[in-house]
């Protein structure tokens, strides 16, 4: 099975920096799209950043471009998320996924496997 385990989320005041990991077990991790989303409180979740197989390719949602950079280690089988210039609404449970289908997604239905997520908040 594939599995995948996060981890670096926590509490940090506005402005500052979040590093979040994701790491993948099973499968062939190079022959998988992932993807960051997030949900807040009351809210659906939302897709944030995406890498391509071999990390050639990025994307991001318009509210996190140029403030979180995705990025990915092949030989680790190792998935980031920086995350800079933080705001309070960046508050949210983040989760990292995976997909086999396609180089690179950005809809939750192109997502075959979940992390379990982690809590990022962001205090005023």
């Known amino acids: 099975q594939v599995q995948l385990v996060e981890s670096g989320g926590g509490l940090v005041q506005a402005g500052g920096s979040l590093r979040l990991s994701c790491a993948v077990s099973?499968?062939?991790?190079?022959?998988?799209?992932m993807g960051w989303f997030r949900q807040a409180p009351g809210k659906e979740r939302e897709f944030v950043a995406t890498?391509?197989?071999?990390?050639?390719?990025?994307d991001y949602a318009d509210s996190v471009k140029l403030r979180f950079t995705i990025s990915r280690d092949n030989a680790r089988s190792t998935v980031w998320l920086q995350m800079n210039s933080l705001k309070p609404e960046d508050t949210a449970v983040y989760y990292c996924?995976?997909?086999?289908?396609?180089?690179?997604?950005?809809?939750?239905?192109?997502?075959?496997?979940w992390g379990q997520g982690t809590q990022v908040t962001v205090s005023s």
């Open positions: 996924a995976a997909t086999g289908r396609t180089p690179w997604a950005r809809l939750i239905r192109e997502y075959d496997y």
């Open positions: 099973g499968g062939t991790f190079s022959r998988y799209a």
């Open positions: 890498i391509s197989w071999s990390g050639g390719f990025t």
